[in-house]
């Protein structure tokens, strides 16, 4: 999906309060997993694979996936995933997804006549954004939220004036912000992308903001600044 490249951003900054707040797992240790087992180019991986250490020092593995389409045919493929990995590792395997736009597809469960198959998710449409204020690696799925809209430009200036973050992260927030703000309003998301570019400019998803996500209002706007 063409939002990849911000989702992949977020999980890195935000892989701990992912895991803590939406599966109540408290990691020691979190790796991504490089390679899906038994690769070849002609198998889709999973978006963001973990092994993760718990502080028993026991491990799991758990399987991110971020939608903004829910169908069957994904769950046949999280499946996949899932049992590719339970060889593998012979680890427990958690299924999470994390749905950027609502669907009543998406209830947990999957069920046919031969698979029962049960995932975790998180609808972000269903939480209320201010919930979330006192965690800033998930601020790029405020917009996504219940009155997230709203708390936006609380939020960019939190990311923007905080003094412990990087540049190079205060970019990365700001910039898969501005695509997930503007997945529900476009120009909300062009709004953001003209009033932080001078520090979204440090990271690799504004270069994407600019030829994909809102390429004619935000080249107007770049015109007139």
Not at 77 to 89: A, E, F, G, N, P
Not at 159 to 181: C, G, H, P, V, W
Request: charged fraction near 30%; proline fraction near 4%; glycine fraction near 4%.
């Amino acid at each position: 999906m063409k939002y990849d490249i911000a989702a992949k951003v977020v999980v890195d900054i935000s892989k701990n309060a992912i895991l803590r707040d939406f599966l109540g797992i408290k990691p020691k240790s979190i790796k991504f997993i490089r390679k899906l087992p038994e690769e070849t180019v002609s198998i889709r991986r999973s978006d963001f694979p973990l092994h993760v250490t718990l502080n028993d020092e026991s491990e799991i593995i758990v399987i991110i996936e971020i939608q903004t389409r829910f169908d069957n045919d994904f769950v046949l493929r999280l499946i996949d995933y899932t049992v590719r990995y339970k060889l593998k590792y012979h680890q427990k395997v958690i299924p999470l997804v994390l749905l950027l736009i609502p669907s009543s597809l998406a209830t947990g469960i999957y069920e046919d006549d031969v698979l029962t198959f049960k995932y975790k998710f998180v609808s972000f449409a269903e939480l209320q954004a201010e919930d979330f204020l006192d965690e800033i690696s998930l601020y790029p799925f405020l917009p996504l939220m219940n009155d997230g809209e709203r708390l936006l430009e609380k939020a960019e200036t939190i990311i923007y004036e905080n003094k412990k973050l990087k540049t190079r992260q205060k970019a990365d927030l700001l910039s898969a912000m501005a695509i997930f703000a503007g997945l529900k309003n476009k120009e909300l998301g062009i709004w953001l992308a003209e009033r932080r570019r001078d520090i979204m400019i440090e990271s690799p998803v504004y270069e994407f903001i600019k030829k994909e996500g809102f390429k004619e209002g935000l080249e107007k706007g770049l015109e007139q600044g």
